[in-house]
């Protein structure tokens, strides 16, 4: 069965628009936890934040917080910094996906550079895995950072999504077969595959011809169909789409 994984990082994002600069206050909203129970209630397997360095949405009490409360799985978005390092190593998520981290970026852009960054990432896969966290690394489909992963020692990779999600036609097809060849070498090497970035109910079906996949991590599109429908009924809605796919 496909697992979907929750980013609730934009409800953070919200939250901070208002109370940046007040971040004890009583009255804070939207609450975190709440949507993580309606996450939870929805049928979730996992949640995912990502503790930035400028702490642009969530913050590091969210993160102990929710590491406390959740009943489903914590799945920490991280850069590989020594600061967010220590931080996961104390809390000890279920998981931890290693993705390039630009302040001037929106939101992140591309995949891991394993390559450049081997020595790096393999220290730190070692003592998050020796902390008791599985590891995965945010990666695009390209065959040469999926041997670079295995190399370092990750579980997982989670195969950037992004450009399919803005391609269509033939464009979309080209990067759906190169999504499909890096999952396939990524079972090969033992790494269970995940997908994310740009995922939506509209996409999806597109996505499913890619073999292998365990987990999708979707974020934005839940959050904002979430304003119209409810957040719980925006992960059903997912949910239903998921069902049909068929490793």
Partial sequence: ???LGVNIDHVATL???RYAKMPDVHNAEPDLLAAAREVEAAGANSITLHLRADR???QDADVYLLKKELLVKL??????TPEILDIALEIQPDFACLVPENREEITTEGGLDVINHLESLTQTTARLKANGTLVSFFVDPILDHIYAAADCGADMVELHTGTFA????DERNVEVAR?????TLAQSLGLQVNAGHGLTTDN???LFAVPHL??????HHLISRSITVGLRRAIGEMLIVMKTYQA
């Avoid at 799945?75 to 590989?80: A, I, R, T």
């Avoid at 365990?214 to 974020?219: P, T």
């Fill in 1 to 3: 069965m496909l697992h």
């Fill in 15 to 17: 939250r901070q628009a």
């Fill in 56 to 58: 642009r949405h969530i």
């Fill in 75 to 80: 799945n920490l978005e991280m850069g590989n």
């Fill in 166 to 169: 803005n391609y269509q036609g």
């Fill in 179 to 183: 999504l499909a060849a890096a999952a």
């Fill in 204 to 206: 999806l079906r597109d």
């Fill in 214 to 219: 365990a987990e999708l991590n979707i974020g």
